[in-house]
């Protein structure tokens, strides 16, 4: 069976400093993979998307960055986070061509910038 | 750019009370999703719709999708405290990228 994995659960990070958030799929291959942002428990924003290795389209201008290193790792990044990057990220899965089936969300990592 | 509104955007009841939240767009979809989410997890899909028209239930959870595919509805029968969470609607527009558009969320609390 598939599955989604991403650490850290929580975060708390200074301004200015650098960020890296892991995200990794089990028992699927060349999946479309996802980075997501939710502010205070409501709607998800759409931050990176990626279909294949080294492919990373971003949505939205910011600062943060996205990587797909391997086939079934996608991470998410900032050499210097602001306090405005703080939110619940949320990173995602689905089958390439097959967006009936819906997305497998990880559990989210809960980052606070101070 | 593809939108999708829903309504109410906070609901609370009484356990045994029955509701419906909307999910409305201008644009059409290939396919339209429904998510739950508890706090602190990530959303967790409960059905996807993909035929104009069409209803799935899912025990107490009957789900519609509008006959043009712009809108669709969850209606939850006799709620219990157990369906307390966030509700997300996510619209697929059928592209190879699979990239979802989601609504802002409606937030249920049933209380006991």
């Known amino acids: 069976s598939q599955t989604i994995h991403q650490w850290p659960a929580t975060l708390v990070q200074p301004v200015g400093s650098p960020l890296s958030l892991e995200c990794t799929v089990e028992g699927t291959s060349n999946p479309n993979l996802y980075w997501y942002r939710q502010a205070a428990g409501r709607g998800l924003q759409l931050l990176f998307y990626s279909i294949g290795i080294d492919q990373i389209s971003s949505e939205v201008p910011q600062n943060l960055s996205a990587s797909r290193p391997q086939d079934r790792q996608f991470i998410l990044s900032s050499k210097k986070l602001l306090l405005s990057d703080s939110g619940f990220y949320l990173c995602?899965?689905?089958?390439?061509?097959?967006?009936?089936?819906?997305?497998?969300f990880g559990s989210g990592t809960r980052l606070t910038v101070v | 750019t593809q939108l999708l509104e829903q309504s109410p955007q906070f609901l609370s009841i009484q356990e045994g009370e029955n509701l419906t939240v909307y999910c409305n767009s201008s644009?059409?979809?290939?396919?339209l999703q429904w998510y739950r989410q508890e706090p602190g997890e990530g959303p967790v899909l409960l059905v996807t719709v993909v035929t104009g028209g069409e209803v799935k239930k899912l025990k107490r959870l009957t789900f519609q999708f509008g006959d043009a595919r712009k809108d669709s509805s969850l209606h939850i029968t006799a709620a219990q405290t157990g369906d307390t969470g966030l509700y997300l609607c996510a619209g697929g527009g059928g592209t190879s990228y699979g990239k979802l558009t989601f609504g802002q969320g409606t937030i249920l609390t049933v209380h006991p």
């Open positions: 644009s059409v979809f290939s396919s």
């Open positions: 995602a899965w689905s089958n390439q061509g097959l967006t009936n089936y819906g997305y497998t």
